[in-house]
């Protein structure tokens, strides 16, 4: 019998990649940059499947030019706004993707994020390396203290309560603001976290951490009015998605000393451009969305991704669906 057909958008690493080539004939972008729009929607004909990065838009003129026979989208990410999930429920079209293996890996990242922001850590190897270390200053980098501060968590899914977990070995006290999770959540009595409305949190965070999903209502969440209610000495965090910041009014904030400092993993657009007014601040810290990238992470994200693909081609029910009601009830 054929193999079943799939398109898959860039490599993943071999611990998922070497099963879907045991079990589908495998078109596979070779290059590191995504595939060109183009290129994809050729590629995606007569498809059962497509595995997918963040990279590349899965829209509705994508899963046209597959046709009626694509079976499963799997994303290589937990998140999934590059894929329009509406319009793949309507279909019928699973959509995986790899949550649970990446939880602790990006909250580790979320949290040295937070540390070498707070201690100007990327600031203080730069000082080196410049040659401008000549003696021990009383004042030279000062920072700001991270144990004792209070931590705003805007998300407090998985994610969220792992950096909070974290945040407890500094005695941090712990906000959050997150409309699924109510007041009485278990894991936030246990730790003490305080369940506030999003001002409040804005309004009393040393460090504000982003932990929301990118959903059209949470795009620029953080713009000019909720980066005016924060304090002047205050550090905001993102390892989520880019757009969840306006990056104009973060220009703004950083530069007029409306915040103190920015630790981003993610920005808008990505990659960003290297005109941006950003990378000209010495008080921000981007990193190239790497906060998932451990060994072992990755390699288990590879692995769920195959598993949700070859479960779809199959008509078995996705182990990790974005969007469980393609099975009805
Ligand atoms: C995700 O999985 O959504 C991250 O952004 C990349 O690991």
């Known amino acids: 019998m054929a193999k079943p057909k799939v398109f898959v958008t860039q490599i993943i ?15 596979i972008w070779p290059g590191e940059l995504p595939p060109p729009r183009d290129y994809v929607l050729d590629r995606v004909r007569g498809v059962d499947g497509i595995l997918s990065l963040l990279t590349t ?8 030019a597959a046709g009626a026979g ?12 590059n894929i329009d999930i509406p319009e793949a429920t309507k279909r019928g079209i699973p959509v995986g993707h790899t949550p649970g293996v990446l939880t602790d890996t990006t909250a580790d990242f979320a949290f040295t994020l937070l540390m070498a922001a707070a201690r100007r850590v990327v600031e203080g190897d730069n000082y080196t390396r410049a040659g401008k270390w000549k003696t021990w200053g009383p004042s030279l980098l000062l920072g700001q203290d991270v144990y ?24 941090m006290k712990i906000l959050y603001h997150d409309d699924y ?3 009485d959540d278990p894991f936030a009595a246990e730790i003490g976290a305080r369940a506030v409305d999003l001002n409040t949190l804005l309004r009393e965070s040393d460090f504000v951490s982003i932990h929301t999903p990118l ?48 630790g981003l993993d993610v920005t808008e657009p990505e990659p960003i451009p290297m005109d941006s007014p950003l990378l000209t601040l010495d008080n921000i810290i981007i ?43």
């Open 181 to 183: 999770v109510p007041a």
């Open 70 to 81: 694509l079976k499963v989208i799997s994303n290589y990410a937990v998140g999934f706004d």
């Open 287 to 329: 990193a190239p969305h790497i906060a998932s990238a451990s060994v072992v992470t990755r390699n288990q994200m590879a692995v769920i991704a195959a598993n949700n693909l070859i479960a779809g081609l199959t008509g078995e029910r996705l182990p990790h669906c974005a969007n469980p009601q393609v099975y009805g009830k």
């Open 215 to 262: 959903l059209p209502e949470t795009h620029h969440l953080i713009d000019a009015a909720a980066l005016a209610k924060m304090k002047s000495t205050a550090i905001l965090i993102n390892s989520a998605r880019g757009p969840l910041i306006d990056p104009a009014a973060l220009y703004a904030a950083l530069k007029n000393g409306g915040i103190a400092y920015a």
């Open 13 to 27: 690493p071999e611990a998922g990649l070497s099963m879907v080539r045991d079990v589908c004939d495998a078109d």
């Open 57 to 64: 838009k899965m829209d509705s003129v994508v899963m046209d």
């Open 148 to 171: 004792g501060a209070t931590l705003g968590l805007i998300g407090f899914g998985r994610i969220g309560k792992g950096m909070a977990k974290r945040a407890t070995g500094f005695d």
